[in-house]
């Protein structure tokens, strides 16, 4: 990783993620642990700088998240944003209680006393709010720095260290100096150099494949021909070339004709060790009956691992396996933030079984979906294989609502084909992040032929998005929707009716399970 790393304490807050990609916009490596970690874990990153994040509690109520006082003492360069400002003032001598008018959208800050964190931005701007609680005193050697009409203290600055704290939220875009604010932490206060890139990403992911692999070491990379597999497998190939061998398992859940697509794309054009395993009877025996979407992801986590170890073993000696594994993978499965939940298990992070006999090979771990799209370009991907939806893991048993069986997957691959089909010729694939077909365990009553039909019902799904964080539902034209409805209906036996899905997430996430 690039010497220079900001570590960002999450305490819960809906924006910590927003934080680290303004910071990496802003050429700065950036990596989210817990609010609460120890001091020996925040000395084990490195740190050259600290972000405490925001949070839906209370500093002053019992059992509140805080950070360990300790890393006040490593006075590295701190920036303590909304709770990050309240927690910090908590445990340096000030006082936090809930505030007299609460302050949730934006409202205007005024900048009182000028200091390297507010460096070429107005002395009143607006920004965005979003707290319930405010500091009422600083500690000692604290001075004040700003103020809203609601807020006496806005922003602070400690007067012999390089700790600043704000009571707003710079990450998101509806403060609008937000990016000049974190850019000047960054660069005047920490002093940090900033330069981090895709392209120096990359330089050092090789490098750290090579380091972890070894000489003489062979990995097995798990292909799905998704983004994320493939920039995965190529990178692991610029890194060990023909001591890769990807594995392509065909488990029965694949779009139509993703097999041979994979095949051809991957392993005749690009030359990559490829077998395609053939999995469908095993995987789908696993599944029968299993309706618990949860349950679905582990089952097929498992069952990857099962089949990647047995190729490993004929292909062998592989010791490694590589996946495409991001990080809201890891935020979802298992959240760094205080009070946050597991949203869903991931197959390739929370679904992996306890005991595994390969090591894992995750370099784009640490990026978000659109920094892998950037990597891939970096690595020489065609548009077409870097720009593709995002496909999940599990496949099309977390799209086949219920339990998985092999006529309902056959309506849904052909659903499916149509609608994307018609994006393409739309000129709407390009326009929208993801989109995909869902078959829902329902059926409902239809005329077909002058005749009742009682079948299946298909839901269209659509977003935007940047990282899969949040998404926002797109907003197709009436007449795409209708041409895929009328198409789906009439061409897919089984299928008597179709809905569109405009729910975005939150409160709802991308996939139905």
């Not at 600290?50 to 059992?63: C, F, K, M, N, V």
């Not at 610029?238 to 041979?260: K, N």
């Not at 299946?456 to 034209?477: C, E, F």
Request: hydrophobic share 40%; aromatic share 8%.
């Amino acid at each position: 990783m690039p010497r220079d790393l900001v570590l960002i304490l999450d305490f819960g807050s809906q924006y910590t993620q927003l934080i680290a990609r303004r910071v990496r916009e802003l050429g700065v490596f950036s990596e989210i642990i817990s609010g609460t970690a120890s001091i020996d874990e925040v000395r084990k990153h490195r740190p050259s700088a600290l972000i405490l994040s925001g949070s839906p509690a209370s500093g002053y109520r019992d059992r509140a998240p805080m950070p360990d006082p300790e890393i006040y003492a490593l006075k590295k360069p701190l920036l303590g944003i909304c709770y990050g400002f309240q927690a910090t003032m908590q445990l340096q001598g000030g006082t936090v209680s809930k505030a007299e008018r609460a302050e949730y959208g934006t409202a205007t800050f005024h900048v009182d006393r000028a200091t390297p964190l507010f460096a070429g931005v107005p002395k009143r701007f607006r920004a965005w709010m979003s707290h319930g609680d405010e500091v009422q005193s600083l500690g000692p050697g604290w001075e004040k720095v700003a103020h809203t009409s609601s807020c006496a203290f806005a922003a602070a600055r400690h007067d012999k260290l390089p700790f600043h704290l704000i009571q707003f939220h710079p990450e998101v875009v509806h403060s609008p100096y937000g990016k000049q604010v974190l850019g000047n932490f960054l660069f005047r206060i920490a002093g940090l150099k900033g330069g981090w890139s895709m392209k120096n990403f990359l330089r050092q992911a090789v490098a750290d494949i090579r380091a972890q692999v070894g000489r003489d070491g062979h990995i097995l990379c798990g292909l799905s021909g998704g983004v994320d597999s493939s920039v995965v497998a190529t990178l692991c190939h610029r890194a060990v070339g023909r001591r890769l061998w990807c594995v392509l398992v065909d488990h029965g859940l694949l779009r139509m004709g993703e097999a041979d697509e994979v095949a051809r794309e991957l392993g005749e054009k690009r030359g990559l060790n490829l077998r395609v395993v053939d999995a469908r009877e095993r995987f789908m025996s696993k599944l029968a009956h299993v309706t618990d979407p949860e349950q679905k992801r582990k089952i097929i986590g498992a069952e990857f691992i099962a089949v990647f170890e047995e190729e490993a073993k004929t292909l062998g000696p592989i010791e490694f396996l590589a996946q495409g594994t991001l990080y809201p993978d890891v935020i979802e499965s298992a959240s760094a933030g205080w009070g946050a939940q597991v949203i869903k298990t991931h197959h390739n992070v929370g679904g992996l079984p306890e005991r595994m006999h390969l090591k894992l090979v995750e370099p784009l771990r640490w990026l978000f979906k659109d920094e892998v799209r950037e990597l891939g370009r970096a690595l020489g991907l065609p548009d077409h294989l870097v720009d593709r939806h995002p496909f999940p893991g599990p496949g099309l048993a977390v799209r086949t609502l219920g339990a998985v069986q092999a006529e309902d997957l056959a309506i849904l691959r052909k659903a499916d084909a149509i609608f994307i089909e018609e994006l393409h010729r739309a000129h709407w694939y390009h326009r929208t992040w993801q989109a995909f077909a869902v078959l829902l365990p329902v059926s409902t009553v239809g005329v077909k032929g002058d005749e009742r039909s009682y079948e299946k019902v298909i839901a269209l799904r659509a977003v935007n998005s940047s990282d899969g964080m949040t998404a926002d539902w797109t907003r197709l034209p009436a007449s795409l929707l209708a041409r895929v409805a009328s198409r789906i209906a009439n061409e897919v036996r089984g299928v008597n009716r179709v809905v569109y899905d405009c729910t975005s997430k939150p409160p709802a996430t991308i996939e139905w399970e």
